[in-house]
């Protein structure tokens, strides 16, 4: 395996899933995540070294594919590659395969450091992107963007205050949150007869501690929803999701 790429197993737990017994859209993200944390452990980047330099990665951009989600207590193996880089943007590639190798879900994401001094975007210090060997580019692919909601469409609104439990170490709310925020205006039976096929995600504004939020859904009749974040009149988030009904 080249050194920008990773791979371990997971055993998908209870915990996980949602009550269809599927890995849930909030924890696939956070897997994602972990994969990633791992590869970096893996190249001595870690978390306590990245902040020692001043800085954090935040994701500001998921575009995800997914087949199918895994079911509890199935082995599962997580994979991802470092795959491009310039002065102030990453970009990160993942992958979800089954036992027997089937790819179930791929993912990537654009990514960049934060000043903890400024809370802006910085700089990605070269020592961070060293071990990867990825060579830096003038341009990164672009990923898809989601649709903004439109004024005059009709929506479902559910208001949400930000707990200390979803923050993260960068001191804001931890991005898989937002999906449980999103899908949560939802109805329930529709959730368990249906399964996300392509989700389109920007992040545009952080969310920290104590703030209030709303999360707002326009339901199409295309088995797309549209989603946004928001404080105040601040958009804090905007998505794009795609459904397929579940067999």
């Not at 737990?13 to 944390?37: C, K, P, Q, R, W």
């Not at 893996?42 to 575009?63: C, D, F, M, N, R």
């Not at 999906?179 to 995600?201: G, S, Y």
Request: hydrophobic fraction near 40%; proline fraction near 4%; aromatic fraction near 12%.
């Amino acid at each position: 395996m080249a050194p920008n790429e990773f791979s371990e197993s997971h055993r998908v737990v209870y915990y996980e899933a949602d009550d269809t017994g599927h890995l849930t859209l909030a924890m696939l993200i956070n897997l994602f995540v972990l994969v990633s944390e791992d590869q970096n452990a893996a190249s001595k980047l870690t978390p306590a070294y990245i902040h020692s330099l001043g800085v954090g990665w935040v994701v500001t951009q998921y575009h995800l594919d997914v087949t199918r989600l895994p079911k509890i207590d199935d082995t599962v193996t997580f994979k991802t590659r470092a795959t491009a880089f310039n002065r102030y943007f990453a970009y990160r590639e993942y992958w979800l395969f089954d036992a027997n190798g089937e790819q179930l879900a791929y993912g990537e994401g654009i990514w960049v450091t934060m000043s903890y001094a400024t809370r802006k975007i910085a700089t990605i210090p070269a020592a961070i992107m060293a071990p990867y060997g990825t060579e830096p580019v003038k341009r990164l692919p672009r990923l898809p963007r989601p649709e903004r909601v439109a004024a005059t469409a009709t929506s479902r609104l559910k208001p949400y205050t930000v707990r200390y439990f979803d923050i993260d170490e960068n001191g804001h709310v931890n991005n898989a949150h937002y999906f449980e925020w999103m899908l949560d205006t939802l109805p329930a039976d529709w959730l368990r007869q249906h399964q996300v096929v392509d989700v389109r995600i920007r992040f545009e504004n952080e969310v920290k501690y104590g703030h209030q939020v709303t999360s707002e859904v326009v339901h199409s009749a295309t088995e797309t929803t549209q989603h946004t974040v928001k404080i105040g009149a601040t958009t804090a988030v905007l998505a794009t999701i795609t459904w397929q009904a579940r067999d």
